[in-house]
Protein backbone atom coordinates (compact mmCIF):
# COMPACT_ATOMS: atom_id res chain seq x y z
CA UNK A 1 0.00 0.00 0.00
CA UNK A 2 1.51 2.97 -1.32
CA UNK A 3 2.01 6.02 1.88
CA UNK A 4 0.39 9.21 1.51
CA UNK A 5 1.87 12.51 1.78
CA UNK A 6 0.51 15.17 4.06
CA UNK A 7 -0.55 18.39 2.40
CA UNK A 8 2.58 20.65 3.60
CA UNK A 9 5.00 18.05 2.46
CA UNK A 10 4.57 18.21 -0.96
CA UNK A 11 2.27 21.71 -1.67
CA UNK A 12 3.95 25.16 -1.57
CA UNK A 13 2.22 27.84 0.27
CA UNK A 14 0.97 29.39 -3.26
CA UNK A 15 -0.99 25.72 -3.94
CA UNK A 16 -2.49 25.57 -0.37
CA UNK A 17 -6.06 25.63 -0.23
CA UNK A 18 -7.56 28.39 2.39
CA UNK A 19 -8.29 25.98 4.69
CA UNK A 20 -4.26 24.51 4.12
CA UNK A 21 -3.45 27.91 4.44
CA UNK A 22 -4.57 27.94 7.40
CA UNK A 23 -4.16 24.90 9.43
CA UNK A 24 -0.62 25.36 8.71
CA UNK A 25 -0.84 27.92 11.09
CA UNK A 26 0.98 26.28 14.82
CA UNK A 27 -1.29 28.90 17.04
CA UNK A 28 1.90 30.24 18.42
CA UNK A 29 0.76 34.13 18.36
CA UNK A 30 4.04 35.43 17.80
CA UNK A 31 3.04 37.02 15.21
CA UNK A 32 0.00 38.81 17.57
CA UNK A 33 3.00 40.62 19.92
CA UNK A 34 3.57 44.72 19.42
CA UNK A 35 6.71 44.99 17.52
CA UNK A 36 8.97 47.88 17.35
CA UNK A 37 10.89 48.88 14.57
CA UNK A 38 14.24 50.87 14.37
CA UNK A 39 13.68 53.35 12.09
CA UNK A 40 17.64 53.66 11.09
CA UNK A 41 18.14 49.90 10.67
CA UNK A 42 14.96 48.63 10.01
CA UNK A 43 15.34 45.95 12.54
CA UNK A 44 12.49 44.70 14.16
CA UNK A 45 12.17 44.01 17.84
CA UNK A 46 9.36 41.69 19.89
CA UNK A 47 7.87 42.96 23.19
CA UNK A 48 5.42 40.72 25.55
CA UNK A 49 2.84 42.93 25.18
CA UNK A 50 -0.31 40.86 23.21
CA UNK A 51 -2.26 42.70 20.64
CA UNK A 52 -5.92 43.50 22.17
CA UNK A 53 -7.75 40.97 20.57
CA UNK A 54 -5.43 37.94 22.02
CA UNK A 55 -6.65 35.38 24.30
CA UNK A 56 -3.30 35.28 26.33
CA UNK A 57 -4.55 32.04 27.92
CA UNK A 58 -5.08 29.96 24.64
CA UNK A 59 -3.43 32.18 22.42
CA UNK A 60 -6.29 32.76 19.80
CA UNK A 61 -7.65 35.68 18.55
CA UNK A 62 -11.27 36.80 19.34
CA UNK A 63 -12.21 38.03 16.43
CA UNK A 64 -9.98 36.31 13.69
CA UNK A 65 -12.30 36.72 10.80
CA UNK A 66 -12.07 40.95 11.70
CA UNK A 67 -9.47 41.49 12.59
CA UNK A 68 -7.90 43.68 10.00
CA UNK A 69 -10.95 45.79 10.22
CA UNK A 70 -10.33 46.55 13.87
CA UNK A 71 -6.53 46.67 14.09
CA UNK A 72 -5.63 48.12 11.07
CA UNK A 73 -1.73 47.63 11.70
CA UNK A 74 -2.77 43.69 11.83
CA UNK A 75 -1.31 41.82 8.99
CA UNK A 76 -3.13 39.42 6.87
CA UNK A 77 -0.63 37.12 6.19
CA UNK A 78 -0.48 35.61 2.76
CA UNK A 79 2.23 33.33 0.81
CA UNK A 80 3.89 36.28 -0.90
CA UNK A 81 4.28 38.04 2.66
CA UNK A 82 5.37 34.60 4.24
CA UNK A 83 8.19 34.76 1.61
CA UNK A 84 9.42 38.45 2.48
CA UNK A 85 8.64 39.09 5.80
CA UNK A 86 11.95 38.93 7.76
CA UNK A 87 10.28 39.61 10.80
CA UNK A 88 8.21 36.57 11.11
CA UNK A 89 9.85 34.77 14.05
CA UNK A 90 12.24 31.46 12.84
CA UNK A 91 9.76 29.26 14.31
CA UNK A 92 6.93 30.48 12.62
CA UNK A 93 5.42 27.40 10.31
CA UNK A 94 4.85 29.89 7.42
CA UNK A 95 8.50 31.21 7.68
CA UNK A 96 9.63 27.31 7.56
CA UNK A 97 7.53 26.39 4.98
CA UNK A 98 8.72 29.42 2.67
CA UNK A 99 12.54 28.29 3.75
CA UNK A 100 12.27 24.92 2.35
CA UNK A 101 12.76 23.73 6.43
CA UNK A 102 9.14 21.58 6.94
CA UNK A 103 7.34 21.93 10.30
CA UNK A 104 9.15 21.07 13.17
CA UNK A 105 7.95 18.20 15.50
CA UNK A 106 5.91 20.38 17.73
CA UNK A 107 3.49 21.51 14.99
CA UNK A 108 -0.03 20.31 15.66
CA UNK A 109 -0.34 18.87 11.96
CA UNK A 110 3.23 16.86 12.70
CA UNK A 111 2.35 15.42 16.71
CA UNK A 112 -1.34 15.75 16.61
CA UNK A 113 -1.66 17.64 19.38
CA UNK A 114 -2.11 21.33 19.65
CA UNK A 115 -0.16 21.48 23.03
CA UNK A 116 3.46 20.43 21.89
CA UNK A 117 3.27 24.17 20.80
CA UNK A 118 3.09 25.21 24.70
CA UNK A 119 5.55 22.34 25.69
CA UNK A 120 7.82 23.05 23.21
CA UNK A 121 7.73 26.83 24.90
CA UNK A 122 7.03 27.85 21.22
CA UNK A 123 3.77 29.54 22.21
CA UNK A 124 3.94 32.94 23.68
CA UNK A 125 0.47 32.00 25.90
CA UNK A 126 0.94 32.75 29.80
CA UNK A 127 4.07 34.56 28.72
CA UNK A 128 2.70 37.94 27.70
CA UNK A 129 1.07 40.76 28.80
CA UNK A 130 -2.05 42.16 27.15
CA UNK A 131 -2.33 45.34 25.59
CA UNK A 132 -4.61 47.17 28.02
CA UNK A 133 -2.40 46.67 31.27
CA UNK A 134 0.04 49.00 30.06
CA UNK A 135 0.80 52.47 28.42
CA UNK A 136 1.60 51.78 24.91
CA UNK A 137 4.06 54.48 24.70
CA UNK A 138 6.25 52.94 27.06
CA UNK A 139 6.75 49.58 24.73
CA UNK A 140 10.61 50.13 24.84
CA UNK A 141 10.30 49.14 28.50
CA UNK A 142 8.92 45.61 27.04
CA UNK A 143 11.31 44.12 24.21
CA UNK A 144 11.93 40.11 24.51
CA UNK A 145 14.47 37.99 23.21
CA UNK A 146 12.69 34.65 24.36
CA UNK A 147 10.55 34.07 21.44
CA UNK A 148 13.45 32.91 18.99
Known amino acids: MEEQLAFWEYKTLDQMTREEWELLC ?3 AKCCLHKIEDQDSG ?3 FTNIACRLLDCQICRCQDYDHRSKLILDCVSLTPSLAYELQWL ?3 CAYRRMAEGRGLAWWHPLVSGDSGTVCQARVSVCDRVIPESLIDLSELEDYIVYWFD
Do not use: H, L, R, S
Open 89 to 91: PKT
Open 26 to 28: DGC
Open 43 to 45: KVY
